[in-house]
């Protein structure tokens, strides 16, 4: 009898799991390439000015909820994405999730109007990416099961994901000059991803559970929402200490507040471009890209940087992301914008990497992946809140970026301090005082 040589077969051993290299390069190709769903929302990145200019007439909070709202509506659906991964085929899932995003991408401009632009973008970066995240990640948990490999490879996927985040921002920039719905045809390029994922994903049988270790790489894994719900209506376990969740407040609090703020420039830079009168949707593209590949250079550092300051490894970042703020504010031209992005880019992972992984050390054991959730779900609400917040600080205001961004650069100041006011007490906690013994 010949055995199964499909991925889910319990009988392959981890390493192999019946592929050949050829067919294993292309199933991880299609897996890597499907992470364009995560950064699909910087595609419209670079028209969000001309969005709200052609949707003037429309309600501002309408309007938000499809420029920013996909994460929000993305987190249920990861959720049940969570439980359907132990019950159902994960190649079916990924593809379901995968051609939701691709019709609501490759169609989303197809009609004027207000309504049909939300829907498709809920659809697309909302319930795809929700599916298709948390879908890629337990495929990876299952094909690798050794940590080492599987922390490799969900590595190289969300590096893969920050080079097409900044590829679709810069081809997303160049169609938007003539025309903002030009962007959606960047979502072209969804279509011979989908039929990869088809033609190259072999089968996942429901076998066991693997949904559960989809959290288990800390600080690499974004995907949270199946998580976060499963730890929480999970009953806790004895022994945990009780109140676990008193430390883990204040830094799931400061993960909003920092994300909130730096998504503000990432995702709606092209309102500032408008304001400032600097550049058009070209330019505001090649910003996002600055951003996107910034981050990722200071991804690759993080680890080092930790090692060296420990805790102490956002607090410089914070300080440089208020100081983008208060740079693009102060002096807006084309010359700075792509300096101030940048430096704001490159802190950006010390902050949210440190989230990550500082989260797992407030807690037990056993709710090291509820942490982690939680600080993904502050972060992803964070995605959901900027373009209210940006928008409502105009309209209170009166003004424009350039009247705000010293507000947001202020506020970030602010938490910098306090930040590094906790740090030093906490510091002079642990450490041991020095003196003369009696």
């Known amino acids: 009898m010949t055995p199964d040589r499909t991925l889910g077969s319990p009988c392959l051993p981890p390493g192999d799991r019946g592929l050949s290299a050829p067919h294993l390069a292309l199933a991880l190709a299609a897996l890597f390439l499907s992470s364009m769903c995560t950064m ?75 309504r049909y632009f939300v829907a498709m973008r809920l659809l697309a970066t909302g319930v795809g990416w929700g599916i298709t995240n948390t879908a890629a990640l337990s495929i990876l948990a299952e094909m690798f099961e050794d940590d080492g490999d599987h922390g490799k490879y969900v590595g190289w996927y969300n590096a893969a994901m920050s080079v097409i985040g900044a590829a679709l921002a810069a081809v997303a920039g160049g169609l938007a000059v003539s025309d903002w719905k030009n962007v959606y045809f960047a979502y072209l390029a969804a279509i011979p991803v989908l039929i990869m994922l088809v033609a190259f994903l072999p089968r996942f049988p429901p076998h066991r559970s693997t949904a559960m270790h989809v959290e288990t790489v800390r600080g690499k894994s974004t995907s949270s929402a199946a998580a976060l719900a499963r730890d929480l209506l999970r009953q806790q376990p004895r022994g945990s200490a009780p109140g676990w969740w008193r430390k883990l407040a204040p830094l799931a609090l400061q993960t909003f507040a920092v994300a909130l703020l730096y998504f503000v420039m990432l995702y709606l830079i092209s ?107 502050a972060n992803g609400l964070a995605v959901t809140g900027c373009s209210y917040l940006l928008t409502g600080a105009i309209e209170m205001t009166g003004g424009s970026c350039l009247t705000v961004y010293p507000l947001f650069g202020a506020v970030m100041a602010g938490i910098a301090t306090l930040s590094t006011v906790g740090f030093a007490l906490s510091h002079r906690k642990t450490c041991p005082r020095t003196g003369s013994a009696a």
């Not at 600055?290 to 200071?298: H, I, K, N, P, W």
């Not at 990550?356 to 807690?363: A, D, G, K, Q, S």
């Open 40 to 114: 699909g929302d910087l595609v419209i990145g670079p028209a969000v000015a001309e969005v709200y200019r052609a949707f003037a007439d429309s309600p501002s909070w309408l309007v938000n909820l499809g420029v920013t709202g996909p994460a929000l509506v993305g987190l249920p659906f990861g959720l049940a994405t969570g439980a359907a991964c132990d019950h159902m085929d994960k190649k079916v899932i990924m593809v379901t999730g995968f051609a939701a995003f691709t019709v609501g991408a490759v169609f989303g401009a197809a009609v004027e109007d207000v």
């Open 271 to 377: 309102l500032y471009v408008t304001d400032a009168d600097i550049g058009d949707e070209s330019f505001t593209g090649m910003l996002t890209s600055v951003m996107t590949v910034s981050t990722a250079l200071g991804s690759l550092v993080f680890g080092s940087a930790y090692r060296r300051l420990g805790n102490a490894v956002c607090l410089p970042a914070l300080f440089a992301i208020s100081s983008s703020f208060f740079a693009l504010s102060y002096w807006p031209n084309a010359a700075m914008a792509p300096i101030a992005v940048a430096v704001a880019g490159l802190a950006w992972p010390f902050c949210f990497c440190y989230f990550y992984t500082h989260c797992t050390e407030l807690v037990p054991a056993a709710k090291q992946s509820t942490a982690t959730s939680l600080v993904a779900s």
